[in-house]
């Protein structure tokens, strides 16, 4: 099993910045360790469908964002404290959402919901104008 926990949303002003965590414990999922997996963050505002926000591959590091982020938007990891961060600049009102973090087993570039394991509870972003 895997759990994630993220934490760090609030509420800010356009402009702002803030910085989403999510933790991952749990040794395995599908057979695959941390190291071998994919994480994302997605966003879903009420009444809305959940969207891809980007990822981040445990290995190498490498990142993938939605193009509506992309410039905005960037995401990290410390392997040493099984955390990866979403670091968001210049946020707009229409940012606002609840941000949940997921596991994937996937090494590629994987965007849509169900290509995702695991998730977290979610942390709300609330920015106003």
């Known amino acids: 099993q895997v759990q994630l926990v993220e934490s760090g949303g609030g509420l800010v002003q356009a402009g702002d910045s803030l910085r989403l965590s999510c933790t991952a414990s749990?040794?395995?999922?599908?057979?695959?360790?941390?190291?071998?997996?994919?994480m994302g963050w997605f966003r879903q505002d009420l009444g809305k469908e959940r969207v891809f926000v980007g990822g981040i591959r445990w290995i190498g590091g490498s990142t993938f964002l939605s193009d509506s982020v992309k410039g905005r938007f960037t995401i990290s990891r410390d392997n040493a404290e099984n955390t990866v961060y979403l670091q968001m600049n210049s946020l707009k009102p229409e940012d606002t959402a609840v941000y949940y973090c997921?596991?994937?087993?996937?090494?590629?570039?994987?965007?849509?919901?169900?290509?995702?394991?695991?998730w977290g509870q979610g942390t709300q972003v609330t920015v106003s104008t």
């Open positions: 997921a596991a994937s087993g996937i090494l590629g570039t994987p965007t849509r919901r169900q290509d995702y394991d695991y």
């Open positions: 749990g040794r395995t999922f599908s057979g695959r360790t941390f190291s071998r997996s994919t």
